[in-house]
């Protein structure tokens, strides 16, 4: 239902754009997406979100300042622009979509639990 793209090889200090698009559905605007990562032996961690309705939107520390989550309501595509790649970004990119549009805006749109719907994951590997 969500396929995210975009993932590659870079080196640090690089950039790629993921996009996040749905198929099968539509993005209601009262949607928020959330942008997810999973390295290997690791947790999935929460990157970013935005709520569709507002453009509110909200990073995880570790990616402030070099992320940015936007949304083409009509491309009904949601992107994450990240900039300065390092190598501790390696992971696979994940994005999921849920209707209580608030989590966009807020921390507890981190939190992949609230989430209904997945898409399949884009590898993204930074190269030091």
């Known amino acids: 239902q969500l396929q995210a793209a975009g993932g590659g090889l870079v080196q640090a200090g690089g950039s790629l754009r993921l996009s996040c698009a749905a198929s099968?559905?539509?993005?209601?605007?009262?949607?928020?997406i959330g942008w997810f990562r999973q390295a290997p032996g690791k947790e999935r961690e929460g990157v970013s979100c935005i709520s569709k309705i507002d453009g509110n939107s909200y990073y995880a520390d570790s990616v402030k300042g070099r992320f940015t989550i936007s949304s083409d309501n009509a491309k009904n595509t949601v992107y994450l622009q990240m900039n300065s790649l390092k190598p501790e970004d390696t992971a696979v990119y994940y994005c999921?979509?849920?209707?209580?549009?608030?989590?966009?805006?807020?921390?507890?749109?981190?939190?992949?639990?609230?989430?209904?719907?997945w898409g399949q994951g884009t590898q993204v590997t930074v190269s030091s």
């Open positions: 999921a979509a849920d209707s209580r549009f608030r989590l966009g805006g807020s921390s507890f749109g981190l939190f992949d639990y609230w989430y209904d719907y």
């Open positions: 099968g559905f539509t993005f209601d605007d009262d949607y928020a």
